[in-house]
């Protein structure tokens, strides 16, 4: 039989749609990968193997009875723990959500189930989405399946592992600085932050409700499409939800896939995200693939965002600021755990703090105090207030480049993947990992990742973000889908099938070395 | 250098309703001054010309029609909770004996 797990979804949905496999087929070739590399790779929270099976059933029999199904019915699915799961444990990382099952879904739950996507269970996370490693989980690390020692990125490792490992082929994130992009960067998949507004937030634990986004992670930039189809679009009960039409992603990923798609393409390079801080692979392969843009046909100049420079600063107080405000809900009365206090009266307020204290990991409570102190009278102009004038800046420095250029391209992030441990002691170092990513969170704009190879000097995945204008959605698809032709064609291989192979797999290769 | 003290931290880990060892407290106050440092560079660019976004995609009055739509029955709202009372939250005592 075709080896199911290594397919992408859209290949997949080929085979479900032309009856060649049954979705119990694929459904349990995944969980069984999961079973055997998810005990090294840790990126689920909760696997639900007998519903996922049962819901796989249910759309074969739909299916056999000649019901016309949607694009990706049957494809299995994994879901980033912030999402709100009513059959699945939902804790954002948490331990004081620990065992919460909401009474709801999410909107974006609700709707892959609408389209009969199989979810397989729910992926780690770093606590409430606060962090760029899965260092900060409550229930330990994700690791990278590059390397077991090093991080997957974060917050959303765990669903960029699940799709880098194989265990699953398409997975949702949500990006609030990078947490969609730079997990794809450093697992050689594919991430997509939608504009801001384009996919509902409903359902998702909020961390900063002004920047948070929801999005596909994927293997290849279709996928992403088809998936962003699945989710994307105007949701009544999400007050920022935008009520566009939008086009078919998938189309124009498909478009990004004919000859000529990089023809007369105004590219723009950041100037200030291309310069110190950057590991020498990273660059090395980000102006490769320039170059590679430049020969097919693409128009490639740099642009300048000068108040780049301030973005983390900023980022760093309004996150913090909405965070205290929105994390204020885990009162310890209508949802998570309860802890009382050692000694003294039991009142509400005491209580509510020792639940706090026992349910909040390190970064949580750093987050918190630092965004009550911007928030606080007397340093709220100076600091938060200060902060929504950069936001201003930034997109003003977009509007700009965007007037020159139609899309504007950086490395993903600095780095390849760290190892674990190496930042979690200096949280400025691990905050200023995110300064390629924070940008198009603060302006609302979206934003991808896809590979585009390996650091010749440590052999892992870098990744190329795209930013494009907000609402401009498609045209990130078609230009993705259009680059990642191009590497592709280039290497002869996806980035991912050079992955070194896990715990009691042997279908990929091992060989391999720098592409 | 940041003005952070640890009266500071502690008095605002009470406004954040979370119960901080001393320990706890020692090193926020370390950690938070040298964030706060950093990130106070956005006033270099925060001049009074700058209007401020509080949102990047900016929608005005979004109202839906006024009438009931299905929401989550009492059972549902009170299943997450750690502890209940009939068709009620059940809480510790809102007021001190002081």
Known sequence: MTNLINQTAAALAGLLADGSVSSVDVTRAHLDHIDAVDPDVHAFLHVARDAALATAARVDARRAAGEKLGPLAGVPIAIKDVLATHDMPTTSGSKILEGWIPPYDATVVRRIRAADLIPLGKTNMDEFAMGSSTEHSAYGPTHNPWDLDRIPGGSGGGSAAAVAAFEAPLALGSDTGGSIRQPAAVTGSVGVKPTYGGVSRYGAIALASSLDQVGPVTRTVLDAALLHDVIGGHDPLDSTSLTDAWPSMAAAAQAGLKDGALTGVRIGVIKELNGAGFQAGVKQRFEETLALLSAAGAIVSEVSAPNFEYAVSAYYLILPAEASSNLARFDSVRFGIRVNPEDGPLTSERVMAATRDAGFGDEVKRRIILGTYALSAGYYDAYYGSAQKVRTLIQRDFTAAFDKVDLLVSPTAPTTAFKFGEKMDDPMAMYLNDITTIPANLAGIPGMSLPMGLAPEDGLPVGLQVMAPARADARLYTFGAAVEQLLEAHWGHTLLSRAPALANTEMFATEGGAV | ?98
């Open chain 2, 1 to 98: 250098m940041s003005e952070i003290t640890a009266e500071q931290v502690a008095h605002l880990a009470n406004l954040a309703r979370i119960d901080l060892s001393s320990a706890e407290i020692d090193r926020l106050t370390v950690e938070l001054g040298q964030i706060v440092d950093s990130v106070a560079k956005v006033a270099e660019v925060a001049t009074p010309d700058v209007p401020a976004t509080s949102h990047p995609m900016p929608l005005t009055n979004v109202f839906r029609d006024d009438v009931v739509v299905p929401s989550l029955t009492v059972d549902q709202a009170l299943s997450g909770a750690p502890d209940r009372a009939g068709d009620k939250f059940r809480v510790p005592a809102i007021l001190d004996e002081e």
